[in-house]
T-cell receptor
Framework: GDSVTQMEGPVTLSEEAFLTINCTYT??????LFWYVQYPGEGLQLLLK?????DKGSNKGFEATYRKETTSFHLEKGSVQVSDSAVYFC???????????FGKGITLSVRP | EAGVTQFPSHSVIEKGQTVTLRCDPI?????LYWYRRVMGKEIKFLLH????????ESGMPNNRFLAERTGGTYSTLKVQPAELEDSGVYFC???????????FGPGTRLTVL
C-alpha cells in the first residue's frame, strides 16, 4: 500500500539556518504530494502541495519539488525563523477525493 | 468563512466509558474525513464521508467506533466502550468535491485512563 517516510527528528536549528526535511513515498500511479504544518496549540494547516512530477510547491519561504525519479518531496527553506517552530508532516493522496497518507511528522525547533 | 471546528478540544475519560466527538466541516464541503494520531506515530485515516454516505471506512480500527453524518452536515465519532489504546488526537478534515484540498480542524485530544 501507499506509504510516506520522513527523516527522524527532532530537528533543532539556529535562526537563519538552512532547513531540509526529507520525505520519500511509495505509491502506485501519480499521487499528489503535500506538506502540512502544525504550530503549537493549533490544528494542521496545508503548507504547500504539488500535483504532478517536477511541480514545485512554495509558501512562506518553504519549497518542495515533486521528484518522481527519486519518489521524493523534500521540504526546504533558506533561512528559518523562530516562528517556524512546529511539527511538519509529509503526505500523499492517490487521487481526487481520497484519503491522505501521512508520514510520522518531524518536530522543528528554531532557537534565536 | 469559518473553518473546520471540533468539539471538545480535550476529553479525559476512564476505560469502559463512552465518548462522542463532533466535527463541523466548512459549509458546503461534501467530503468529511476523520483521522487519528496516536502519540508519536503517523496520522492515520479512519473514514471518509461524502455527504451523509460512508465512502471509505477501511481505517476504522474495530466495531467500538461508530461514525455518523446525519443530513450530510456535521459528523460525530463515538467510541464505546473506550480502551486505553484509543488515546490520541482525533482530527477532522473537510473538502469540496472539485478542488479537494483537505482543511483540518484543531483536533480533539482524547485521553483514556
Amino acid at each position: 500500500g501507499d506509504s510516506v517516510t520522513q527523516m527522524e527528528g527532532p530537528v533543532t536549528l539556529s535562526e537563519e539556518a538552512f532547513l531540509t526535511i526529507n520525505c520519500t513515498y511509495t505509491a502506485t500511479g501519480y499521487p499528489s504530494l503535500f506538506w502540512y504544518v502544525q504550530y503549537p496549540g493549533e490544528g494542521l494547516q496545508l503548507l504547500l502541495k504539488a500535483t504532478k512530477a517536477d511541480d514545485k510547491g512554495s509558501n512562506k519561504g518553504f519549497e518542495a519539488t515533486y521528484r518522481k525519479e527519486t519518489t521524493s518531496f523534500h521540504l526546504e527553506k533558506g533561512s528559518v525563523q523562530v516562528s517556524d517552530s512546529a511539527v511538519y508532516f509529509c503526505a500523499l493522496k492517490p487521487g481526487a477525493n481520497s484519503k491522505l497518507t501521512f508520514g510520522k511528522g518531524i518536530t522543528l525547533s528554531v532557537r534565536p | 468563512e469559518a473553518g473546520v471546528t471540533q468539539f471538545p478540544s480535550h476529553s479525559v475519560i476512564e476505560k469502559g466509558q463512552t465518548v462522542t466527538l463532533r466535527c463541523d466541516p466548512i459549509s458546503g464541503h461534501d467530503n468529511l474525513y476523520w483521522y487519528r494520531r496516536v502519540m508519536g506515530k503517523e496520522i492515520k485515516f479512519l473514514l471518509h464521508f461524502v455527504k451523509e454516505s460512508k465512502q471509505d471506512e477501511s481505517g476504522m480500527p474495530n466495531n467500538r467506533f461508530l461514525a455518523e453524518r446525519t443530513g450530510g452536515t456535521y459528523s460525530t465519532l463515538k467510541v464505546q466502550p473506550a480502551e486505553l489504546e484509543d488515546s490520541g488526537v482525533y482530527f477532522c478534515a473537510s473538502s469540496q468535491s472539485g478542488p479537494d484540498t483537505q482543511y483540518f480542524g484543531p483536533g480533539t485530544r482524547l485521553t483514556v485512563l
